[in-house]
């Protein structure tokens, strides 16, 4: 017998959800509080599955669409339940409440997580009766695409749920970290609002052209942040590992530091020097379906290089 996931919120983020446990065998069930959205994001997935197949990250995809239903009630969706994934606007009230009706619909063995970008889990879960089964669940846009899963729970969030969390998002393909204690924004947010800013800065006042500026990652750290990551990457930039890194260049660094970016980096004055000098998309989903196509291709790579060792 397949296990079952409740999908809650079937926008983006929710479908990518779908298309990821059901091509991992879960029998999948879809519920949003717009009328119709659930009931559309069945034929949806359906061509995402499609989609992945052409670049070999699905093997049946009309296998995996067949397991995908949707729900009419959040209830209906929630019973009986091994796992539940909200995918709900980033608004606290809105987290409260979903998580209030999730925690009384789902059974108790069920794991509630939650895919929030920023929101601890805390705020939202404190009075909740079943609150040690509740956790953060945080994907990265586009989760079909890019496997990184960030686990984050409350004080109170039992340490076996976030092993078995740990453990399911494994199991169907991608790839989770944990974060050992909670913190606004989590790990990747927190990361790459510290590069934003720095980019917003560097170009708001005239230091680079936004396009080089994407440039620079894109074709310089980008690719060797793909598979190695900073830590991995300092480690082999001096002869003596991390420490020696340490010891001979973060002079600059440390001045770096002492200088962060301001708050008015994302002002309106910055923002419209951007968008002087940079070429907006004309088609803006043809362009994130480009963008798609790419990251499934990368991924392809990736992970067919990783087989080869």
Partial sequence: ????????????????????FARAGWDVRLW?????????????CAQGLRDLEAHG?????????????????????AAGADFVQENGPETLEVKRDLFARLDRAAPPKAIIASSSSAIRCSLFTQ????????????????PHLIPLVEL???E????????????????IGQVPITVLKEIEGFILNRLQGALLAEAFRLTSEGYVTPGDLDLTMSDGLGLRWSFLGPFGTIEMNAPGGIPDYCARYTGFYRRLAADPPSPEVYGEEAVSTIMAQWRA?????????????????LWAHKAS?????
């Fill in 281 to 297: 998309a004309t088609d803006l989903p043809a362009k994130m379906r480009w963008r798609d196509r790419r990251l499934a291709a």
């Fill in 57 to 77: 990250l699905c093997q049946d995809p009309a296998g995996a669409a067949a397991r995908i239903s949707a729900s009419a009630t959040l209830e209906e969706a």
């Fill in 305 to 309: 290089a990783e087989k080869e060792g």
């Fill in 156 to 171: 109170w969030t039992a340490p076996e749920i976030l092993t078995r969390a740990r453990g399911i998002y494994e199991a």
């Fill in 32 to 44: 949003d509080p717009a009328e119709g959205v659930a009931q559309a994001a069945v034929g949806l």
């Fill in 152 to 154: 984050s729970g409350a």
């Fill in 1 to 20: 017998m397949s296990e079952t996931v409740a999908i809650i919120g079937s926008g983006l983020i929710g479908r990518a959800w779908a298309m990821i």
């Fill in 127 to 142: 009075d909740l009766p079943g609150r040690a089964r509740c956790l953060i669940g945080h994907p990265v846009n586009p």
